[in-house]
């Protein structure tokens, strides 16, 4: 038999045959495969722009084999905003976290959704800063241990934890919203989906899509990797319902006449 | 092609801007550059550019890092307190030798100060102003004529670099009026094989100012360091005025040095050998020309509009044997021919 017929998982095209720098059970591969996965079934390789961001996303552009760009903290909607308002045949995309988008970044991408702005938005949610040593995030759950809430987050300390899909949904400039999570096979499945989902609505330029992906953390979370998946079930999701926020006509439309 | 026309001194900046081939401009509202902004909201559409008024001036050097990333020539505007929101965007396009053109035209502060002229700027806008060890080059104009002129030479001097390069104007010259040559535009604009324009047959491009690896880190830094120490030999500007028999030189940049030309003028009526040295890159600095001054015994009159900062530029330039005297105006009022001339008077 040759190696073709061995093959029954490979890597996707665009992706660079080189090892991640994300720690055991963490959910940012499995982000970055499947981006890859879609960059590779819509053929946007030649035209697909990587804008990373600062913490755990920051060589996000290393492991595609397409342009990228690394952006200052919290700024990559603005990036985002000039490379496609200057070239709008490019297609544009940010890998972000939740300190990066919701915390330092709140502005940048508040303004690029109420401007509708034709660029995708991948948003990783781990409930706490990965690169920094797992402080407080404004997404970190109440009652969370992190190296910067000792006792666990407080509202009246700490104020309570930010719904980004929720709120940016309010605004009417994006076409498409969407929480997921990667804990199981099931919800890769619909994660991928709905990332396929954003690329296509910014290819048929209707405004900004962004999927919020719910990831684990177990280093940061004090849990094995194995339990990472459970602790996300039992603690995340119900604070962050999974589902669809936004979805405008046009993007449910090109939605049902995708196949799968 | 030589029409004259009456024009302010931001707009000559943004049709100094458009004549480079400027094609992509994002700004923030504030005093006193409003009218630069206003007035690209009207012309970038015109001449097929992007316009874009951004949430903030943080946005908007971000922005202008995206749209240059991309090989455009971009541009942004601000005064004062929106630079000092700019310096992490610039220094991230130092880091990842991103080209682009920064239009300070500088108020009063610190603080909010007010929207009056200033000049207190000068080591924010010649010492790089934001984090890391970088430099940019800082050209001052004192005309009208110049706030069009330079702003196209700093647009090619970016590109030359692939380095963010400062125009630094106080708000009085952002707003005088007058008569301005209209300059040919740009017509063949370089070609930047670097840029991210999607990686269609070649491999991806980057642009970051990242090191994962500090190990792998000292290489890049040191290009970089080589390269800026090119553009400071290469680069250093200056107009003299009656330097050749002159007892006293005075150093001023922008408005200040306009009415160091009066006082000058003032000066040598009354048999006062004065000369006028008017830095044009304050980055990189004259030091050179006044350290030869210096030789040859001159004395130093250094007039600014800030609490003396280029003061300590002219000091490293002529050593501590030489005689300075600074006069200077702060807060937000211009800074007098009168003064200059007591200033120079008094070293007689």
């Known amino acids: 038999m040759n190696e073709e017929e061995y093959r029954i998982f490979g890597r996707p095209e665009v992706m660079e045959d080189r090892p991640t720098h994300f720690c055991p059970g963490c959910g940012h591969g499995i982000i970055q495969r499947m981006i890859g996965e879609v960059i590779d079934e819509l053929g946007i390789q030649e035209r697909a722009i990587c804008i990373g961001s600062i913490g755990c996303t920051v060589t996000s ?9 690394e952006a200052a903290h919290g700024r990559a909607p603005a990036v985002a905003t000039a490379i496609k308002r200057c ?7 940010t890998i972000q976290g939740d300190g990066d988008l919701a915390s330092i970044g709140m502005a940048e991408i508040v303004h690029a959704c109420a401007r509708g702005e034709n660029f995708t938005v991948i948003f990783a949610n781990n409930a706490t800063y990965g690169m920094t040593g797992g402080q407080l995030a404004p997404t970190t759950l109440l009652g969370m241990y992190t190296s910067s809430t000792p006792l666990g987050r407080s509202e009246k300390q700490a104020g309570f934890p930010i719904r980004v899909s929720e709120m940016l949904a309010t605004l009417d400039g ?4 969407a929480r997921v999570a990667v804990h199981t096979p099931a919800n890769v499945r619909k994660a991928r989906k709905a990332i396929e989902i954003a690329f296509r609505a910014q290819m048929a330029g209707l405004g900004l899509s962004l999927v919020e992906v719910l990831s684990m953390c177990p280093i940061n979370w004090k849990v094995e990797p194995r339990q990472a998946p459970a602790w996300m079930n039992e603690k995340m999701i119900p604070q962050y319902p999974l589902g669809e926020f936004k979805v405008i006509p046009e993007v449910e439309r090109l939605r049902r006449s995708m196949r799968g | 092609m030589s029409e004259r ?3 302010g001194g931001n707009i000559a900046v943004a049709e100094g801007a458009i004549l480079a081939g400027c094609r992509a401009y994002f700004g923030y509202p504030i005093t006193p550059q409003n009218d630069l902004l206003e007035h690209m909201a009207h012309r970038m559409p015109e001449v097929g550019g992007v316009f874009l008024q951004t949430e903030s001036e943080l946005a908007a050097i971000n922005m202008v890092y995206g749209a240059a990333a991309t090989g455009i020539r971009a541009m942004t505007s601000t005064s004062s307190p929106g630079f000092s929101l700019q310096q992490e965007g610039i220094s991230y396009m130092a880091g990842s030798e ?23 700027d000068y080591m924010q806008c010649t010492r790089g102003g934001g984090h890391g060890d970088y430099s940019l ?41 007058e008569p301005v040559v209209m300059r040919d535009p740009v017509r063949a604009l370089p070609e930047k094989k670097w840029a991210i ?17 500090p190990i792998d880190h000292p290489a890049r830094i040191k290009l970089l360091l080589e390269k800026w120490e090119r553009m400071r030999q290469q680069e250093m500007r200056y107009e003299g005025l009656n330097l050749e028999d002159a007892e006293i030189v005075l150093i001023a940049f922008g408005s200040a040095a306009r009415s160091g030309l009066s006082a000058m003028q003032m000066a040598r009526r009354n048999k006062i050998k004065v000369g006028l040295l008017r830095p044009i890159t304050v980055m990189p600095f004259s030091y050179q020309p006044l350290a030869d001054l210096a030789e040859r015994g001159c004395k130093f009159v250094v007039a600014e509009m800030s609490g003396g900062q280029m003061l300590e530029d002219v000091r490293m330039a002529v050593g501590n044997d030489s005689e300075i005297r600074l006069v200077n105006s ?3 009022v211009p800074l007098t021919a009168d003064a200059i001339f007591e200033a120079l008077d008094l070293l007689v």
């Open chain 1, 61 to 69: 552009y290393a492991y595609f084999k397409v342009d990228g760009l």
């Open chain 1, 87 to 93: 070239h709008p045949e490019l297609i544009a995309f």
């Open chain 1, 174 to 177: 994006p076409s498409y919203i």
């Open chain 2, 5 to 7: 026309t009456l024009m």
């Open chain 2, 98 to 120: 991103t080209p682009a053109v920064i239009a300070n035209i500088m108020r009063a502060g610190p603080g909010l100060g007010n929207i009056g002229g200033a000049q207190g």
């Open chain 2, 137 to 177: 080059i800082c050209l001052a104009p004192s005309t009208v004529q110049e706030m069009m002129d330079l702003t196209m030479l700093a647009f090619e001097l970016a590109d030359k670099y692939r380095n963010p390069v400062i125009v630094m104007a106080d708000g009085f010259l952002g707003q005088a009026m």
């Open chain 2, 197 to 213: 324009t999607g990686a269609k047959g070649r491999p991806k491009n980057l642009i970051n100012s990242f090191e994962m690896n």
């Open chain 2, 330 to 332: 702060y807060g937000g």
